[in-house]
């Protein structure tokens, strides 16, 4: 497999993905602005999309995924298809069950979340709703990560790429077409997640029958669990549920504390989150979505040589695109946030304070997308204790960041305990795999980021001059000028960053790998 083919398949899907995503933030920051509504949508949506990190794309994949390489490669299609089968009847059971709790328990649920908005009847009442319409979004969003995770691991990447931009679909549709006709219109964004959810698995199902792979759910979730595979992976679940929880929970906590910062903070870190997440997907999901299976099936073959060197590659391409990323949210936050969000209901003010946040994830942006890579080198290994001794130690120091930085910098303080966090994570991941020689780092490292460095700077000169010497907030009136502005400075930054490694003799055919 080409790896830089794979990526390049990923990271375009990402890409598109990424962009609805923006349009459909812009379209809800137009219409809602920061506000009451927005709050109160962005912390019911945080429920369910925990719960998929929980149950779905994180303790799930992490051990599903290992594991399923495992039986294709070394028992064949009939036992595969016979796992993936018990795999999703027990998914289901588990979560339909869980939906019913959570509906049920909404109050209780959203209070946990975000006590702060409790001071805020409309507020409060408006989050139980939403959540209770939004819970049945884990059975969906679970069905496709486990067919996503399938495809992943017969070679395709394609399909479960491109899943998320129905959900961003989904949401435009709702907010243009759907929510001026209600009586409270920001519940169109709580239903389009369902219709999201449902399109999102629907579109698994022709990759999945191409390769006889298409999920039966069964009657009888009991007999489901009595497969040998099923329990091998629940039983890895649980270690990885417990090292998932531990960043949830620090996103919990981070909820909570913003609910008690005033109105419209919740929805400033989340504008701030969608922009962050740009390059986190594009690079460290990207990347961590190829690798695991190329990793899985390498830890199978007893290659430490190609494990090793596919990490290498991996930590390079990371740091050759998140470098640059990383400067643009640190120096180009205000014009990106103003360009993107600063129309309709959304303010200048707004504008300020969700730059804050975003320069904040800058500080720490290589260390949330490096995570992504160091991690698979642990699962595939079907080794996720090591990661749960970390996770706590991180959730900690995250914790202990916030009782310094929130004083002193409200809201930002709390991405910026994040970013610091998640760095403190990837250098002891990093540590971790060193020690146990599970990667040792090829030759060229210093050459490489010196290079990186020397472009890094020139770039963030650039940066820092377009962000000083063009009044982006004052260009609202002039929407177009200030997107082709916004275009050509892109344009300027990635031909000044390229050429200057060009310059100074980096070569880029090394990125140009395939995995055995």
Known sequence: MNLFRALLTVSGFTLLSRVTGLIRETLIARAFGASQFTDAFYVAFRIPNLLRRLSAEGAFSQAFVPILAEFKNSQGHGPTKALVDAMSTVLTWALALLSLVGIVAASAVVFAVASGLKGDGQAFGLAVTMTQIMFPYIVFVSLTTLAAGVANTYGSFSLPAFAPVLLNVSFIAAAVFVA??????????????????????????????????????????????????????????????????????????????????????????????????????LLGVALGTILLPSLSKAHVDEDPHEYS????????????????????????????????????????????????ALTAYGVGLIGLIVIKILAPGFYAKQDIKTPVKIGIGVLIATQLGNLVFVPVFAHAGLTLSVGLGACVNAILLYTGLRRRGIYIPSGGWALFLVQLLGASLVLAGAMHWCAANFDWIGLHARPLARIALLAACMVLFAALYFSMLWLMGFKYTYFRRRAK
């Open 180 to 281: 001026p006709h209600l009586k409270v219109p920001v519940f169109a964004l709580a239903w389009a997640v369902i219709v999201g959810g449902v399109l999102q698995f629907a579109v698994q199902w022709p990759g999945l029958a191409k390769i006889d792979m298409t999920p039966r759910i069964g009657l009888n979730p009991f007999v489901a669990l009595a497969h040998r595979g099923v329990k091998r992976v629940l039983m890895k679940m649980v270690p990885a549920t417990f090292a998932v929880s531990v960043a949830q929970l620090s996103l919990i906590i981070n909820t909570n504390i913003a609910s008690r910062l005033g109105p419209g903070a919740v929805s400033w870190i989340n504008y701030a989150d969608r922009l962050m997440e740009f390059p986190t997907a």
């Open 309 to 356: 060197a596919l990490l290498d590659w991996g930590l390079r391409v990371t740091f050759l695109l998140a470098a640059p990323s990383a400067l643009a949210l640190f120096l180009f936050a205000e014009p990106l946030t103003a360009t993107l969000f600063n129309y309709g209901r959304f303010d200048g003010y707004s504008v300020v304070m969700v730059g804050r």
